[in-house]
């Protein structure tokens, strides 16, 4: 079985450099993004199993990124989101959740809540199952 790919975007470069670092040594596979456009083509082309969002990004937001995930999706398959953000007002977490992320992390972070978020996605997605797949 291949390793979960994960895809997280961040401007911040030192986060990304060092959160990627360690998201692979735990093991996973990691494509990395320095805008919201970048993590939207990343999307597409790289088909990541689960997703690392940062809201406030340059080209597009991680809020329109995710819009843009749930509205027309480029896989069959589910592709869980989990917002790591600055953002930590009661209404940006409220919006995260209604464009249907799946979990929401507010900065600064411990790496250790960002593996267990993706370990938890990892472990929902065989069990998750896309209309038409009941």
Same mark, same amino acid.
């Given at each position: 079985?291949?390793?979960?790919?994960?895809?997280?975007?961040?401007?911040? %470069? *030192? !986060?990304?450099?060092?959160?990627?670092?360690?998201? +692979?040594?735990? /093991?996973?596979? $990691?494509?990395?993004?320095?805008?919201?456009?970048?993590?939207?083509?990343?999307?597409?082309?790289?088909? %990541? *199993? !689960?997703?690392?969002?940062?809201?406030?990004?340059? +080209?597009?937001? /991680?809020?329109? $990124?995710?819009?843009?995930?749930?509205?027309?999706?480029?896989?069959?398959?589910?592709?869980?989101?989990?917002?790591?953000?600055?953002?930590?007002?009661?209404?940006?977490?409220?919006?995260?959740?209604?464009?249907?992320?799946?979990?929401?992390?507010?900065?600064?972070?411990?790496?250790?809540?960002?593996?267990?978020?993706?370990?938890?996605?990892?472990?929902?997605?065989?069990?998750?199952?896309?209309?038409?797949?009941?």
């Amino acid at each position: 079985m291949s390793p979960i790919k994960v895809l997280m975007a961040d401007d911040e %470069p *030192d !986060v990304l450099a060092i959160m990627a670092k360690k998201i +692979k040594a735990a /093991g996973y596979d $990691v494509v990395t993004a320095a805008d919201g456009q970048e993590a939207w083509d990343k999307i597409i082309v790289e088909n %990541p *199993d !689960v997703i690392l969002l940062d809201i406030t990004m340059p +080209k597009l937001e /991680g809020f329109e $990124v995710l819009q843009r995930l749930r509205e027309t999706p480029p896989s069959k398959k589910w592709q869980p989101v989990i917002i790591i953000s600055a953002r930590e007002e009661l209404k940006d977490i409220q919006k995260g959740y209604s464009l249907e992320a799946d979990h929401y992390l507010t900065k600064p972070c411990n790496i250790d809540d960002v593996l267990n978020g993706i370990r938890l996605m990892a472990q929902l997605i065989p069990q998750h199952k896309t209309p038409g797949e009941y």
